[in-house]
């Protein structure tokens, strides 16, 4: 078989790409809309970015991330395979090792590695709201399905420095908006408060009590991380760890009173924003650096992968890489699925670029006359093809024309030199007009902005 792309990572042409562009272009536009601006960070980073602030338990750093060999290490490794004598390489080779120290990873995520630039760039010391957005491919080592990929694309927004919860309810109403200027309505928002570092370890320790005398019903990833990560059981895809996970004690009954009130808050936000929204307990996402506010967007258009977005506030984010804390809330939405859905609508209109005009030259002394003349109008911004194998007939051109989906076909054989004039085929009527050969390329320029 032919070599092929890595599983799970997909190429992406044609007619699909196009749609992609149409989508891309619209969600830049509801950005900006909005006032955020982007962002782009490396796709390789030190695991540590992720390591650190991800979470330990999660599924992400235990076995998802692709890391990559550093060049010193691969130059160690080869010397010592070939069984290096020479003392002085495997010297620099090890202090190359000792300085580089480190690890690198393909950004599994977007959040950690923004927080990174954040700080790297001293981009929060402002005194007020900066908005950001990101649109990048991702890279997990997860289990190829529908709407789950090795590399996948997300868009992600980024408010900080902004405690409120009205922030919280800006990207959502975003969102919302932006799903909308999509004509996708087949969604639901589901939101919930996951506590802060002052009331969390409340709800943990309920949490843990109530796994405990249930633990060996649980899987068993979740009976071992039940002691340290409580959570997450909540939001485990295995069947008994739902079934017992959905009598759990509720962590809206575990906030402080800071948190209840950010709550609240957030629920008039949404709801003087005109968003239409359901409370869910389970949302806890998989992710450890959130804070108070965790929503999701979960739509039945997609199947088991049913999350169109996921995003929250991770204030404390910041602290993990040394930092004071930041505020900030964002969300991350993932193009594949969103493209998943709009494909289940068939909603998405996309315009397929197509050629103004394909020259077909009948002989060496049209080609001549053509060819310059072509060259000249693309200079000017019009889309123009020539057939450039001499001697084919007007039908097999005509045929090229249509293939190519021009919307004209330019016509000149001996006959029409000889009168001073071009054919001008209408390749979606059938009609034909002769123009002059006397500044045809001002006449098919003006035609094409005309139309435009
Ligand atoms: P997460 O970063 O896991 O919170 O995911 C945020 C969003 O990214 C999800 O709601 C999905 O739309 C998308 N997403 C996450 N993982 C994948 C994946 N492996 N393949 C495709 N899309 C994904």
Redesign the pocket.
Known sequence: MAIQSVR?MHDLFGDDLAKWHAAESRIRRVFTEFGYGEIRTPALERLEVFKETVGEDTD?VQK?MFLVSDPAIEALLDSLKRGEREASKIDTALSDLARVGERYVLR????AAFIRAVIQHQLHRQPHAQRYYYYLP?Y?Y?R?QK????????F?AELINDPSPEADAEVIVLLDHLYRSFDLKEYEIRVNNVGCPGCRPKYREALRDYFRPRLKELCPQCQERFERAPLRVLDCKNEDCQRIASAAPIGLDYLCGNCRSHHQGLKTALTLGGVQFQEDPRIV???DYYSRTAF??VSTLLGA?S?????GRYDGLAERFGEKPIPSVG????????MLALDAKGTLAFDKPRPSYYFAPLGNAAFERLFPLSLELKRRGVWTEIGYERGKGLKAMLKQADRAGALYAVILGDDEIGRSVAVLRNMQKGAQEELPLEALDDQLFRRIHRAV
């Open positions: 799970g992400i998802q599994p995520e977007g959040t991702m997990r997860e190829p709407g789950r990929l090795r590399q996948f694309h997300q992600g996402r998989g992710l999701e967007f992968q999350a169109l977005v996921g995003g969300f991350a939405l993932g193009m594949e699925r969103l």
